[in-house]
């Protein structure tokens, strides 16, 4: 993940451009982060639908289409099924990749993608519909999909062709095949500049140079490579003009003083209410994965589900109450128009690169 944006820019509420910049944000949840897990998952769309506190089903509205979507929609998927497809297709092209590249290593290997696991569709989440929120508050502990859980990522397993190939070798060639396929043990350098002890782990072996060089192919690899390092840079600094901060500084004052009216504090922008939250039972929900728990269910977290939910109930009466989604979208228009006008041929030149693979 490129660690090149920050929270600002998820304060402009449109759908598609909140999709691309809340994938690419550092701002993970810091359980999984500290565990290592892998959280399958997918963030419904807040512009999707406009049942606002009114309750009920929601009434589904046209997408609000945002000018930067012509360029950067490839570079996010809508749907758990488009996201499973493209996964598995990069799969496809890394196991290839192994496969040359243990050839000419001089061992054999055959590209092995298993089978994916069928999807399961789940209630979109709602966080602008009063029912929905009520029900779930933001989501963070459990939501439609169920609560978090970790996916264990496994190594060649018995229904992998692989397995009976490698046990069929000699202790000696299969040490020498595990360091072709992986890399040399790992062993920590010192830093150039630091001194400090590092452990340096990309591009080990045939498998670490196949998924670069797969993800190098894929849209996000060409987002991601030094050709458009200049271009993602001016993404970043879109969001920080002074008059879209001064914008965004007046709709999250207007939402912050109706939340201190709600007697939640302290708080400035919008997106720091869910924080908040998730800060106060972060250690909990640590120590419920710990031992194997589930969020729906741990008896510790029972009494953060209540203020989740209320939190959020205040957060979502105050955003329609002050107009938020609209002024933000709004907002995040005008940014954008003015950003395709300032950055149009580096815009057409990635678009054009895209194209090209």
Not at 291 to 320: K, S, V, W
């Amino acid at each position: 993940m490129a660690q090149w944006l920050n929270g600002s820019i998820a304060q402009l509420l449109n759908c598609s451009i909140a999709q691309l910049l809340n994938r690419m944000s550092s701002n993970f949840p810091k359980v999984v982060a500290t565990l290592g897990v892998v959280v399958i998952g997918l963030t419904g769309c807040n512009s999707t639908n406009g049942a606002g506190v009114s309750g009920g089903a929601p009434t589904p509205e046209p997408t609000r289409l945002m000018p930067l979507d012509e360029y950067l929609s490839p570079i996010w998927t809508t749907s758990m099924a488009e996201a499973q497809q493209l996964e598995q297709e990069l799969e496809r092209n890394t196991q290839e990749l192994i496969a040359q590249c243990m050839h000419e290593a001089g061992f054999d290997y055959v590209p092995f993608v298993p089978e994916p696991e069928p999807i399961v569709e789940v209630e979109e989440e709602r966080p602008d519909d009063l029912d929905w929120v009520t029900q779930w508050g933001y989501g963070l502990l459990w939501s439609p999909g169920g609560s978090i859980q970790a996916v264990p990522i496994g190594g060649i397993g018995e229904d992998n062709p692989n397995y009976e190939l490698l046990n069929s070798l000699s202790e000696a060639e299969r040490a020498a095949y595990q360091i072709a396929l992986d890399g040399p043990p790992l062993s920590p350098v010192a830093d150039g500049e630091s001194g400090e002890m590092v452990t340096i782990v990309l591009e080990r072996g045939c498998r670490g140079w196949a998924r670069m060089e797969a993800n190098s192919r894929t849209p996000s690899g060409v987002w991601n490579s030094d050709e458009f390092a200049p271009l993602r840079e001016a993404v970043t600094s879109m969001s920080q003009a002074d008059w879209v901060l001064n914008e965004l500084a007046i709709i999250n004052a207007d939402w912050a003083t109706c939340m201190a009216d709600a007697g939640y504090l302290g708080l400035e922008r919008q997106q720091d209410a869910k924080w908040v939250i998730y800060d106060e039972m972060s250690a909990t929900m640590l120590q419920v994965v710990q031992n194997g728990g589930d969020f729906a269910t741990a008896p510790e977290l029972a009494e953060y589900r209540e203020r989740e939910i209320e939190m959020a109930l205040a957060d979502l009466q105050c955003r329609e109450r002050v107009n938020y989604r609209e002024r933000t979208s709004d907002v995040a228009f005008e940014m954008q128009t003015q950003f395709v006008n300032d950055h149009r041929s580096e815009l057409e030149a990635f678009r054009a690169a895209i194209e090209q693979q």
